[in-house]
């Protein structure tokens, strides 16, 4: 089936709920010693955290694939831009998202992207581009 | 009006470049990659070809124990020292260029492209970008990479 794609086509939003088990294999892949990810008593009592932090190159790798999972191999992602504005911890529901927000005439696409918190504060607010297959 | 944190000696450091580093794809890596971000196509579980920000993994710095902060991290030797040191969000632009596969050996640079201080209500702020180049063995660019970083 063809993608629709226009202004304003909203993608399928997709619930994450990183745990613990998920937050050690994702930080021993990138080789990341950082105690806030795996160390509770230290991201609780020395750094203040209510609990362990989701690794933000996490939340930016969702964005990615809220888009390719729309995509469906019909396109490609040509770039991103993305910030961690909020953190968030290991054991929230976090809904990861995104909206067309221009379309060229050669299937250039560009996407509004977003990982929202349980408040549905924007946490990771994102733009990808993206090109349609010819 | 704050005042002007950054050093000429600070400044001096924009356009350093880090040594080189080069490294093999392997598809258990991007196996492990893809599981780890609870990946859910088949192609990279597969670790058939690599997804979006595999570079993230093949190019983080692998240094000794006892040259870990003691919160765990790794000291970026590209960096000087800062007046500032707490961490704020930071941002990242990414562009994807040529797909990655199994067997690739990609060679990744960084540079300090810029440091500059804006002064906002709550004090001053430092803030510093770092681009990283990743070229494949014929010299082609695949990925370039800039981090945005906030100093409080």
Known sequence: ???????????PERIFKP?????????????????????????????????????????????????????????????IEYSNRVASFVGETLTAGGEVTAVTDSGRLTISVYVKNENGDVITPGVITAELNH | MSEQLLTQEILDC????????????????????AVATGNRQQKYLNGDVAPPMFHVPLFWDIVELDQLTPDGVSIDTLLPKFPLEKAMAGGLEIEYLKPIYPGDWLTSTRTLTDIYQKNGR???LIFYEVVMEIRNDDGELVIREKTTRILR
């Not at chain 1, 089936?1 to 993608?11: D, F, I, N, Q």
């Open chain 1, 1 to 11: 089936m063809s993608l629709h794609a226009e202004v304003g086509t909203k993608l």
């Open chain 1, 19 to 79: 745990d613990n088990v998920q937050s050690m294999l994702y930080n021993a892949v990138l080789w990341n010693g950082h105690r806030i990810h795996f160390d509770e008593p230290y991201a609780r009592d020395v750094e203040g955290y209510p609990g362990l932090v989701v690794p933000g190159p996490l939340l930016g790798d969702w964005l990615h694939q809220v888009v390719e999972e729309w995509l469906d191999d019909q396109g490609r992602i040509c770039g």
């Open chain 2, 14 to 33: 924009i356009g350093r470049t880090s040594e080189p580093r080069r490294e093999i794809v392997t598809r258990r890596d991007i196996r492990k990659y």
């Open chain 2, 122 to 124: 709550s004090g001053a």
